[in-house]
């Protein structure tokens, strides 16, 4: 959980739980698995040039979801055919990163 999401849970509870359950209700594997829904989510937010989301997806899918860097770099290709180069190449330096 992000430090911004603990925070809100301590000071602002309420708002953390409906959070929480949008996660649990977006995520629920009701047609697409949810590991498929999550490498979906990875390849949104590399085409956002968004280095932190992508991080962020990145590290979920792989601890949680037992993505790996094939299923990634599959979403990827993807990226780099709809958002261009510049987002295809964050966000393996970002995939990078996580394997090192």
Do not use: H, W
Request: proline share 2%; charged share 25%.
């Amino acid at each position: 959980m992000s430090s911004n999401m603990d925070k809100l849970k301590v000071d602002f509870p309420e708002l953390y739980d409906t959070a929480a359950k949008l996660n649990d209700t977006v995520y629920s594997g009701r047609v697409l698995s949810q590991k498929e829904q999550k490498i979906i989510a990875i390849a949104l937010a590399a085409g956002s040039c968004n280095e932190v989301a992508t991080r962020k997806q990145m590290e979920n899918a792989i601890k949680y979801y037992d993505v790996n860097k094939d299923e990634i770099m599959d979403a990827l290709g993807i990226v780099l055919i709809m958002n261009g180069k510049p987002a295809f190449t964050k966000a393996v330096g970002v995939l990078y990163s996580l394997l090192e």
